[in-house]
């Protein structure tokens, strides 16, 4: 039986079907357009139900359920966004909206915040197959984290835990978007790279100090590593710092979960082994009892395996 | 039926006969030792398992369970203590030598670790009742957390989670002592507490500058908060340095778990509901989304209710 699985952002809205074996079989997307009313957000996620559906000859009253990976907070139970930074949702229906443009129960569609969803995803169908207890800790322009436990998805009492990001990390640190100082999100997410990057660019322009850096006409979170491979010393350090600030937290999510699995996603993580790599030796050390734990008893590092399909292939799993 | 806890620690053992309602009937207590071999301890915690039961006028025989609250690393399947810092056990079958001394099936014999053990009992007969998921931090010589999720004591896959006081949350910051730089505990703990305070006098002395905390014979947890209360600057410094990374890392459990409940124990706690009013508006500044969950959605932050009894309770009610 097939489910369908929906990533709403605040860019796009992506609708998969999904097989039995979480595989993808059909995707499709529209732009979000944000700044609708969230009943026209709420009927095109529905269109794109149904088209998925008509593309694969089926009909959407034969879906086992539908999932939405929404930004913000979710309201599991009564299928409500409590609030969503990037969209105009607050204590919007959504999950009974979408069920009135689909004319089917609204049992049947069921909510998740996208991070949750994205890390569920991995749990059922991507790197943390097979393990009961994984953390996902995604690194774009922000610092997601989702938490299962149990085979469940960890919300907290009120669904607004796993903020993993906003654990902050240096007291007085960087600015956070969130308006605290400090949190790992400041440091590890891309926008952290970026800033990093910025910084010690500006300060080899003050200390006349060459580095390739200079010459770079758009700043991204791969420049600072693309000139550390050209043996550039500048990109090394802001590297070098990216991976410090990235390893302490990873070490702080070992101390308070030590979960079977935790698997990196995000933009980041595309850099691939050579990331875990780099990790690895500063997380073992920074982490509590390291030595202690017999070795199939520490926490293992892993790149996510679905990429942006993590959310739409999480949500479909949700029921 | 009767149960009972037993506390272990690296002072004292201490044994509790616990009744249906989780009210401690008898507590009996004896030094620990800890350079003796585990065999002897063990046997003592059966001795003193014995002697609570007798002062009842009960059988050994007759007890629903026992319960262990043990510093370190227990594996909760196995009944071993992996590890402890203060006690001589390395993969050491403690549940099982309880058992065999007391002529009872191993299986009645349950382990925990201790700042587990006591959230625990802060959840079943505490701070924490009538809750599903809280979070306890014990603020003593160290900061200990246990976590409580789905009524169930979250351990982690291996055991070892919940080392809630070794977060970093000031990167290269105060040695701790785990060796990790800037841990929670560095700065939460009653000796981060000494530290700080020692750290003001010598500033003071260094300043030529006054404060009635240069008169105190023996500096202890309470030099500073008593100095802040006769009005005392430098002592104010210290207790609202205190309470600051106190509350930061209290906003961080928060953002990680929403628990509907974080209760405080340890000596510092006893400084009761003026420490809590003290971290609220902190902590509450400090949270995320703190403006848009509805005031009933919010963690309530608690004293602890048990005292020194919580791990005792605690494991009491672990089977």
């Known amino acids: 039986m097939y489910r369908i699985g929906v990533d709403l952002g605040g860019t796009n809205i992506a609708v998969g079907l999904v097989d039995e074996n979480y595989s993808l079989v059909v995707k499709r997307s529209t732009p979000t357009r944000a700044e609708r009313h969230p009943d026209e957000i709420a009927a095109d996620i529905a269109m794109l139900c149904e088209r998925v559906c008509e593309e694969k000859g089926i009909k959407v009253a034969d879906i086992a359920n539908i999932g939405v990976a929404t930004p913000g907070i979710a309201d599991c139970d009564t299928g409500e966004v409590v609030y969503s930074c990037n969209l105009p949702f607050r204590k919007y229906p959504l999950a009974r909206k979408v069920a009135e443009k689909l004319e089917i129960c609204a049992c049947k569609v069921k909510l998740a915040n996208d991070a949750n969803a994205a890390a569920w995803g991995e749990a059922v169908a991507g790197a943390a197959k097979g393990s009961s207890n994984s953390v996902m800790i995604t690194l774009g322009t922000g610092v997601g984290g989702g938490i299962i436990i149990d085979n469940k998805i960890y919300t907290g009492f009120n669904y607004a835990g796993a903020e993993l990001g906003h654990i902050v990390i240096e007291i007085d640190g960087a600015l956070c978007g969130c308006g605290r100082r400090g949190c790992w999100e400041a440091y590890s997410s891309a926008t952290g790279l970026i800033r990093m990057t910025k910084e010690k660019i500006e300060e080899c322009k003050a200390e006349v100090r060459d580095s390739i850096m200079l010459q770079a006409e ?99 799993a949700l029921a």
Chains 1, 2 share one sequence.
């Open 218 to 316: 758009r700043i991204s979170g791969r420049t600072a590593c693309e000139a550390m491979r050209a043996g550039d010393a500048a990109g090394k350090e802001v590297y070098d710092k990216y991976i410090k600030y990235l390893a302490a937290g990873l070490a702080n999510i070992i101390n308070i979960f030590q979960p079977e699995i935790i698997s990196l996603g995000g933009g980041v993580s595309n850099e691939g082994q050579s990331l875990i790599d780099a990790l690895l030796p500063l997380v073992r050390g920074e982490q509590y009892g390291n030595d202690l734990l017999d070795k199939d008893k520490l926490t293992d590092l892993r790149i996510a395996k679905l990429g942006n399909d993590a959310g739409i292939i999480g949500a479909a």
